[in-house]
């Protein structure tokens, strides 16, 4: 039974890291489990909605070899994601599926840990027909907790626009 010893047990309820795997398999130790966080997003006019409710929850998966994390929001909309490392590329390549948006391709971020915050991209244009990517980031990450804030910015990042962002607590 080797081929599943850092698979969620009893005793490892959200897996292990395989030995095996790059070191980077790490970069999310502190998110592997479950936290309460609010999330809040953009309103149209630019305000920030009333944060909502949401369990995050993040656990290793395919003998320890990655990470799959999910979201249950209190407005019912859900999310989750794959997250691979790939020693080839030295990238993470994360791909995300929600419920409100069923998807025969799932979207794809891509980037690294830098520092004490893991940061992804995705290209993306913005409303205007700018190009760009939408940049997400994970921070203030310790085993108390972490934060999270998605946001457009232009190809240079000389323009940032945040439009969600994420406070989560062990």
């Given amino acids: 039974m080797a081929q599943y010893e850092y698979e969620p047990t009893s005793k490892h309820p959200f897996g292990q890291a395989n030995p095996n ?3 980077q398999i790490k970069d999310y130790k502190s998110m592997i489990g479950v936290c309460n966080c609010k999330s809040s997003s953009r309103n149209q006019d630019g305000t920030w909605a009333e944060p909502i409710d949401m369990t995050w929850r993040f656990k290793y998966i395919m003998n320890g070899l ?5 979201t249950l929001k209190a407005d019912g909309s859900h999310s989750g994601s794959i997250r691979q490392y790939s020693a080839d590329s030295s990238k993470w390549y994360v791909h995300y599926y929600a ?3 069923p998807s025969q391709k799932l979207s794809t971020w891509e980037g690294n840990k830098k520092d004490d915050k893991i940061i992804l991209y995705k290209e993306q244009k ?3 027909g700018n190009n760009g990517f939408y940049k997400i ?3 203030d990450m310790t085993k108390n ?4 804030i998605g946001e457009w910015v232009n ?8 439009t969600w962002k994420i406070n989560c607590k062990k």
């Fill in 137 to 139: 980031t994970f921070y």
């Fill in 155 to 162: 190809k240079d990042e000389s323009i940032v626009y945040p």
């Fill in 66 to 70: 990655a990470i799959q994390d999910e």
């Fill in 99 to 101: 419920s409100k948006f």
């Fill in 145 to 148: 907790g972490y934060k999270w």
């Fill in 21 to 23: 795997a790059p070191e």
């Fill in 126 to 128: 913005a409303p205007n």
